[in-house]
């Protein structure tokens, strides 16, 4: 059973950081990457950040410069830091594997909710 627990969202100003912390089962870091979707009100769920098991990392053109991501192998854990929040950057937040690029797991957490806005 995989398990995907995100967390660190919540209400910032345009310009602020938020760092989000994802605690999923090890099966995931032994997947080939990681990665963070979003979730806006209306849109389909989108690609942010990804980090393939040799650690290159690959963002979304709209996060670039702005966000980064990481991960601990020993705690199971990956993080998104995200400095110089856009309005545009509010959504839902997931954290999942991918066995291939571009193909999450048919499993998703509840997500963490970030919300821009001044």
């Known amino acids: 059973q995989v398990q995907l627990v995100e967390s660190g969202g919540g209400l910032v100003q345009p310009g602020g950081s938020l760092r989000l912390s994802c605690a999923a089962s090890?099966?995931?870091?032994?997947?080939?990457?990681q990665a963070w979707y979003r979730q806006a009100p209306g849109k389909q769920r989108e690609i942010v950040a990804r980090i393939t098991r040799g650690g290159t990392t690959t963002y979304a053109d709209s996060v670039k410069g702005r966000f980064t991501i990481s991960r601990d192998n020993a705690k199971n854990a990956l993080y998104l830091q995200m400095n110089s929040l856009k309005i545009e950057d509010t959504a839902v937040y997931y954290c999942?594997?991918?066995?291939?690029?571009?193909?999450?797991?048919?499993?998703w957490g509840q997500g963490t909710q970030v919300t821009v806005s001044s």
């Open positions: 090890g099966s995931i870091f032994r997947m080939y990457a």
């Open positions: 999942n594997g991918e066995a291939v690029i571009g193909a999450p797991l048919n499993s």
